[in-house]
């Protein structure tokens, strides 16, 4: 009896350590908004008074800049040296075959983001960037255009309304950012945007929902300014848009947000496809070490509200995406071979972004209901209750 004694003794020591021990990390699934671009066309409103011009962009509209795309390059290293200190990848060479996947939506913005972050995530290693041909509608990142659930559009703008309180509501909360706004574009003018009263509608086809009045058209305008200052410009805003300001002003940005992506109906129905997509990579038996999926804000905020998480960041207004900026979900196995997700967002703040800086800041998040490393069946059924269930194409 006594020789076992020695053995007892050890076996009850490790076992309080093996229950405490760090649980590994078996991969990671990542949403990603794609990177630093131009404006789009007409994201300041035809109309919008300026006291000076706007400043000029070196790409065609929507296009990743080459400011942008060496901010990706570096941010693909910063999250391989990050994912290699988790054990998830090796910290140099090429990742063994299959164990990156990448897949972007088809605009080429997101494409373009999806190389430039591989070039420097895994140099010269040939990982091959995922879409579908030009001209499709992937379910996955445009979930309304590809009508890939039963989505009503009364029953999307009963939902915006209760959530909101209503397009004047939504208006009047944030006029302190519309004044603000006005002063940083110093048009002289009592409004610098002027446009129609707010209202929301269905579109003519009836897939999804249309926003008329001011939060629709300062939105854009308030991007713009935060652009600018993720690509370096010497003075965005003409020198008026401090990083408080635009934090300030990133708020305009957010209410479009909480129309479009975070009130629940259309949480459900934006968010259907790709959350079904991150589920499925989560749970299934084997799967890449990363799967990064590059797609909009509109994803990254959909996926977050269907989460029933709120995106902050340092250097953005609550709910307002970074360029760059991922969700990321981190599948861990304990000691015992329980399973869990741990969530969070890896974002950059707009000047880290200017001066093409490598931090990265990563802010813990938890899903209500649920603990910060929340069991994955657990994790599975919250997220899955969120999202509108999938209709079969026409024809099946």
Known sequence: MKAFRPLLALTLALTPALAHAAPTVERVVMVMRHGVRAPIDGEVP?????????????????????????????????????????????????????????????????????????????????????????????????ALRAHTTDFRAADAIASIENFTGGMDRLVAKHAAELRLLDRVLACAQPTCSPGAPPALRPTADGRGVELDGSIRRTSGIAQVLLLEAAEGMPHPGWGRATPTVLARIGRLHTALFDVFTRAPYMAAHQAGPLGRRVLAALTAPDGPALDLLVGHDTNVTALAAALGVDLVSPGYAKNDTAPMGALVMELLRDAAGARFVRLSYRTQTPAELGRLGSRVTTTAMTVPGCARRCPVERFAALLGARLASAIKPAGH
């Open 46 to 142: 035809a109309g919008t008074l300026t006291a000076a011009p706007w400043p000029a962009w070196p790409v065609a509209a929507e296009q990743i800049t080459p400011h942008g795309a060496q901010a990706l390059a570096l941010r693909g290293r910063a999250d391989r040296a990050w994912l290699a200190a988790r054990g998830v990848l090796p910290a140099t060479g090429c990742p063994a075959a299959g164990s990156v996947r990448v897949w972007t939506n088809t605009s080429q913005r997101t494409i373009d983001s999806g190389e430039q972050f591989v070039a420097g995530f895994a140099p010269g290693c040939g990982i091959a960037i995922g879409h579908r041909a030009a001209g499709e509608v992937d379910p996955l990142f445009e």
